[in-house]
């Protein structure tokens, strides 16, 4: 048996060319698994490229021969191998020694009983020579029917299939248009192509997009809804497209439906309307909803008689907008929506919107490199917004933005100059509403009862009470979510969907002076902590910068968060760094004459010195003058209490002691530590012996007490006696050490467990990333 292609591998004039080489890896592998599933009308199922035994698709079955095969005919029962090989250069030409590997694989696909027959699919050249001698080579590796296809061959089936064009949309922005669509529908192409540049260019088929051709194939109307930026305007624009060529429709790009209603025509049935923001764009218009409510009866005359119809909205203007559209009347515009929802996009299309972006973005080659190995960490960040992975590949929106792992994934995960920009958008009565859910902190109650200060805010954006109940109701869903909060049935109320929505809507509101007195009081305790400064005006990646009169806000924050961040006497660190970092010496003393306990409170950190945070804040009392002379003598004596006892010598080392001690304190702990600690060094050996907890690994155990004593050690080298006692103890502690030669922790205890775990495990293989080619 033999292939009969209907076209030569080498383009003759006039010859479609849909540029493959310009798709990644994965991307052609799909394309080719589209066209063969299209030609042949039989399934195709596409494997990993990981582990797949040399074997990128494959089909088993009975064949079935196609109505009006093309490229194959007489093909045998039996299994399937489909092959791709995709390269990134034009214009080249594959030759056999580039198969090497795969003519192995294919002879062992053969002896496992798994290849009849081998397709090889590729989107460079290739020679007649060449496919004669590639053709041999697999019969001699025992396939039975090879067979190879090439470039020219999927362009040619490209542009012979409106199908395929429909499910594989992203060919329209590759080729020439004018060998494919007639004259007439070619000139509205183009105007299309210039909506769409570059969002054609990095589209991807979706689960909704495939959803959305069905509904206009089988009912002519489809209302797309979902989140600002998904890209619920790309899809009707790429249906608009498709209803070009799959269908013959003249493509009508309406603004309201009084535009449709003027441009349908009874006589002309082949009618696609494209109406983009169908009920406001960033907020509900009513006067559009009042003309859809008239007109509707006409819209849907006009998809009875043959016309197509795709509405786009924003979600939550649609929830405002839908009372007034009368559904109950028109279950057709209640039934078929197709709901874009970035929450329900599988990680496989997340990955291939981030790489088409990154791909086909601005990014020099060397920053694409740089965040190849984040990008899969990165696509599965939440949530994500296929516009904010088309930032990532700007370079405009990616100046100060380092390509690591943490730096992308803040990106994807925390798009807030992308959330600000929507929420400028906004009208004052959802800003308002807003801006009540982020005051209210864990959730605004509902029915909403209105205090003085809720009111103010109301006042303050210039909304009223009624439009800020009205925004609550549609704005849920979107940016609201309508719930009982997390361990409470007893109350519902609104708060935000998303923590990032909070985050991001409070950093909007911090660009206006007039509502910083709602940020502060809305923040929750871990973002008020690393995200404004009160005074210091030094720190990077500060939020908002604290005036003088807010002040007393900031501390009335503060002592009403203080319970949430403080176990017994142990404080987070992002609570003594706000204080030793991010306070003025005036906010400090307003803080401290508020929370009277607060200084005593951080003398009472415990050893280790190293791990301790209280002396950084501390320090920053000190300099401030706000330490008492009787304060200072007590942390001078607590000091010397763990010096001695512990020992711990930390004092010694870390800067804020620098600052805390003077000459005289650092003579004094000397001291004490030569007439306290060295006179009793063996007792101190012992002490740590009986207190080496079951499991620890010991030479990590004794190496802190090493640490303290060789840092004694030095400040001791001018004193030979106590040097000499401290050299003695140290080689003592050594010894301690390694007693403990049989020490074998059982599993999952001990430092040590991890560490020989990592020797004894290999990570498991690694299935190839779409992102491998995003530097090419």
């Given at each position: 048996?033999?292939?009969h292609p209907?076209?030569?591998?080498?383009?003759?004039?006039g010859?479609?060319?849909f540029a493959?080489?310009t798709l990644?890896?994965?991307?052609?592998?799909?394309?080719c698994?589209?066209?063969?599933r299209?030609?042949?009308?039989?399934?195709?199922?596409?494997?990993?490229?990981?582990?797949?035994g040399?074997?990128?698709?494959?089909?088993?079955?009975?064949?079935?021969?196609?109505?009006?095969?093309?490229?194959v005919q007489?093909?045998?029962?039996?299994p399937f191998?489909?092959?791709?090989?995709?390269?990134?250069?034009?214009?080249?030409t594959?030759?056999?020694s580039?198969?090497?590997?795969?003519?192995?694989?294919?002879?062992?696909?053969?002896?496992?009983?798994l290849?009849?027959?081998?397709?090889?699919?590729?989107n460079?050249?290739?020679?007649?020579?060449?496919?004669?001698?590639i053709?041999?080579?697999?019969?001699?590796?025992g396939?039975?029917?090879?067979?190879?296809?090439?470039?020219?061959?999927?362009?040619?089936?490209?542009a012979?299939?409106?199908?395929?064009?429909?499910f594989v949309?992203?060919?329209?922005?590759?080729?020439?248009?004018?060998?494919?669509l007639?004259?007439?529908?070619?000139?509205?192409?183009q105007?299309?192509?210039?909506y769409?540049?570059?969002?054609l260019?990095?589209?991807?088929?979706?689960?909704?997009?495939?959803?959305a051709?069905q509904?206009?194939?089988?009912?002519?109307?489809?209302?797309?809804?979902?989140e600002?930026a998904?890209?619920?305007?790309?899809?009707?624009?790429t249906?608009a497209?498709?209803?070009?060529?799959?269908?013959?429709?003249l493509?009508?790009?309406?603004?309201?439906?009084?535009?449709?209603?003027?441009?349908?025509?009874?006589?002309?049935?082949?009618?696609?309307f494209?109406i983009?923001?169908?009920?406001?764009?960033?907020?509900?218009?009513?006067?559009?909803t009042?003309?859809?409510?008239?007109?509707?009866?006409?819209?849907?005359t006009?998809?009875r008689?043959?016309a197509?119809?795709?509405?786009?909205?924003?979600?939550y203007?649609?929830?405002?907008?839908?009372?007034?559209?009368?559904?109950?009347?028109?279950?057709?515009?209640?039934?078929?929506?197709?709901v874009?929802?970035?929450?329900q996009?599988?990680?496989?299309?997340?990955?291939?919107?981030?790489?088409?972006?990154?791909?086909?973005?601005?990014?020099?080659?060397?920053?694409?490199?740089?965040?190849?190995?984040h990008?899969d960490?990165?696509?599965?960040?939440?949530?994500?917004?296929?516009?904010v992975?088309?930032?990532l590949?700007q370079?405009?929106?990616?100046?100060h933005?380092e390509?690591?792992?943490?730096?992308?994934?803040d990106?994807?995960?925390?798009?807030?100059?992308?959330l600000?920009d929507?929420?400028?958008?906004?009208?004052?009565?959802?800003?308002?509403?807003?801006?009540?859910?982020?005051q209210a902190?864990?959730?605004?109650?509902?029915?909403l009862?209105?205090?003085?200060?809720q009111?103010?805010?109301?006042?303050?954006?210039?909304?009223?009470?009624?439009?800020?109940?009205?925004?609550l109701?549609?704005?849920?869903?979107?940016?609201?979510?309508?719930?009982?909060p997390?361990?409470?049935?007893?109350?519902?109320g609104?708060?935000?969907?998303?923590?990032t929505?909070?985050?991001?809507?409070?950093e909007?509101?911090a660009?206006?002076?007039?509502?910083?007195?709602i940020f502060?009081?809305?923040?929750?305790?871990?973002?008020?902590?690393?995200?404004?400064?009160?005074?210091?005006?030094?720190?990077r990646g500060?939020?908002?910068?604290?005036?003088?009169?807010?002040?007393?806000?900031?501390i009335?924050?503060?002592l009403a968060?203080?319970?949430q961040?403080?176990?017994?006497?142990?404080?987070?660190?992002e609570?003594y760094n706000?204080?030793?970092?991010?306070?003025?010496?005036?906010?400090?003393?307003?803080?401290?004459?508020?929370?009277?306990?607060?200084?005593?409170?951080?003398?009472?950190?415990?050893?280790?010195?190293?791990s301790?945070?209280?002396?950084?804040?501390?320090?920053?009392l000190?300099?401030a003058?706000?330490?008492?002379?009787?304060?200072?003598?007590?942390?001078?004596?607590?000091?010397?209490?763990?010096?001695?006892?512990?020992?711990?010598?930390?004092?010694?080392?870390?800067?804020?002691?620098?600052v805390?001690?003077s000459?005289?304190d650092?003579?004094?702990?000397?001291?004490?530590?030569?007439?306290?600690?060295?006179?009793?060094?063996?007792?101190t050996?012992d002490?740590w012996?009986?207190?080496?907890p079951?499991?620890?690994?010991?030479?990590q155990?004794?190496?802190?007490?090493?640490?303290?004593?060789?840092t004694y050690?030095?400040?001791f080298?001018?004193?030979?006696?106590?040097a000499?006692?401290?050299d003695?103890?140290?080689?003592n502690?050594?010894?301690?050490?390694t007693?403990?030669?049989?020490?074998?922790?059982?599993?999952g205890?001990g430092p040590?467990?991890?560490?020989?775990?990592?020797?004894?495990?290999?990570?498991?293989?690694?299935n190839?990333?779409?992102?491998?080619d995003?530097?090419?």
């Amino acid at each position: 048996m033999t292939a009969h292609p209907r076209k030569g591998t080498v383009a003759a004039p006039g010859s479609p060319d849909f540029a493959l080489h310009t798709l990644g890896w994965r991307a052609f592998q799909d394309l080719c698994a589209a066209v063969l599933r299209e030609v042949w009308a039989q399934s195709v199922h596409t494997f990993a490229d990981s582990n797949d035994g040399g074997r990128d698709g494959a089909f088993h079955g009975t064949w079935q021969q196609p109505p009006d095969p093309i490229g194959v005919q007489d093909v045998p029962d039996g299994p399937f191998v489909l092959q791709c090989k995709h390269t990134k250069k034009a214009n080249t030409t594959l030759t056999p020694s580039e198969l090497s590997d795969e003519f192995a694989k294919a002879q062992a696909l053969v002896d496992q009983g798994l290849c009849g027959s081998y397709v090889l699919l590729t989107n460079a050249r290739v020679s007649g020579a060449s496919a004669a001698t590639i053709r041999q080579r697999l019969l001699d590796a025992g396939v039975g029917y090879p067979l190879i296809l090439d470039g020219q061959w999927i362009c040619d089936t490209i542009a012979t299939r409106q199908r395929l064009r429909t499910f594989v949309p992203r060919v329209y922005g590759l080729g020439d248009l004018s060998q494919i669509l007639d004259e007439r529908a070619y000139t509205q192409a183009q105007s299309l192509l210039g909506y769409l540049r570059d969002e054609l260019a990095t589209f991807v088929v979706t689960d909704a997009y495939r959803h959305a051709v069905q509904s206009v194939q089988d009912h002519g109307f489809v209302l797309l809804l979902g989140e600002p930026a998904v890209g619920k305007s790309v899809i009707a624009a790429t249906l608009a497209m498709t209803a070009l060529d799959a269908w013959g429709c003249l493509t009508v790009n309406a603004h309201d439906a009084d535009g449709l209603v003027r441009h349908w025509n009874p006589h002309e049935p082949n009618q696609f309307f494209w109406i983009d923001d169908a009920f406001g764009a960033v907020r509900h218009e009513q006067q559009l909803t009042d003309s859809w409510s008239r007109h509707m009866r006409n819209v849907m005359t006009a998809v009875r008689g043959g016309a197509k119809v795709v509405l786009t909205s924003r979600d939550y203007i649609y929830r405002d907008a839908r009372p007034y559209l009368k559904e109950y009347a028109y279950p057709l515009l209640h039934e078929q929506q197709v709901v874009v929802d970035v929450a329900q996009l599988p990680l496989h299309e997340r990955r291939q919107i981030l790489y088409n972006h990154i791909k086909l973005g601005d990014q020099p080659q060397a920053v694409r490199a740089m965040m190849k190995p984040h990008l899969d960490f990165a696509a599965e960040t939440e949530p994500f917004h296929p516009e904010v992975a088309r930032r990532l590949g700007q370079q405009t929106f990616t100046r100060h933005l380092e390509p690591t792992g943490e730096g992308i994934t803040d990106f994807m995960a925390r798009p807030t100059a992308f959330l600000r920009d929507v929420y400028a958008e906004l009208g004052p009565d959802e800003k308002a509403a807003l801006a009540l859910a982020y005051q209210a902190g864990e959730q605004l109650p509902a029915p909403l009862t209105l205090d003085a200060s809720q009111s103010d805010v109301i006042n303050r954006i210039g909304s009223a009470p009624a439009g800020v109940s009205r925004a609550l109701l549609a704005l849920t869903g979107t940016f609201l979510r309508f719930a009982s909060p997390p361990g409470n049935d007893s109350t519902t109320g609104w708060s935000f969907r998303h923590p990032t929505l909070q985050e991001s809507f409070a950093e909007f509101m911090a660009a206006d002076p007039n509502l910083l007195g709602i940020f502060i009081g809305g923040l929750n305790w871990r973002t008020l902590l690393t995200r404004i400064d009160c005074g210091t005006q030094q720190q990077r990646g500060t939020l908002l910068r604290v005036p003088p009169a807010l002040y007393p806000a900031v501390i009335k924050r503060l002592l009403a968060v203080e319970s949430q961040v403080r176990d017994g006497r142990y404080y987070l660190a992002e609570w003594y760094n706000f204080f030793a970092t991010r306070c003025s010496d005036t906010f400090l003393q307003l803080y401290t004459e508020a929370n009277t306990q607060f200084k005593e409170r951080m003398m009472q950190f415990i050893s280790f010195l190293d791990s301790a945070h209280e002396p950084k804040v501390l320090a920053r009392l000190h300099e401030a003058g706000l330490l008492t002379s009787q304060e200072h003598n007590l942390l001078r004596e607590r000091v010397a209490e763990l010096a001695i006892e512990t020992p711990d010598a930390a004092w010694l080392r870390q800067p804020e002691w620098h600052v805390l001690l003077s000459d005289t304190d650092r003579e004094y702990l000397l001291q004490r530590v030569r007439e306290e600690l060295i006179p009793d060094l063996e007792y101190t050996l012992d002490t740590w012996r009986d207190n080496l907890p079951s499991g620890e690994d010991p030479y990590q155990y004794y190496r802190v007490l090493q640490d303290e004593l060789g840092t004694y050690l030095e400040a001791f080298e001018q004193d030979a006696e106590t040097a000499s006692a401290l050299d003695r103890a140290i080689t003592n502690v050594e010894e301690a050490a390694t007693s403990y030669d049989d020490y074998d922790p059982e599993p999952g205890e001990g430092p040590y467990t991890r560490h020989r775990a990592g020797l004894s495990h290999q990570a498991p293989p690694r299935n190839r990333s779409i992102f491998d080619d995003i530097d090419s």
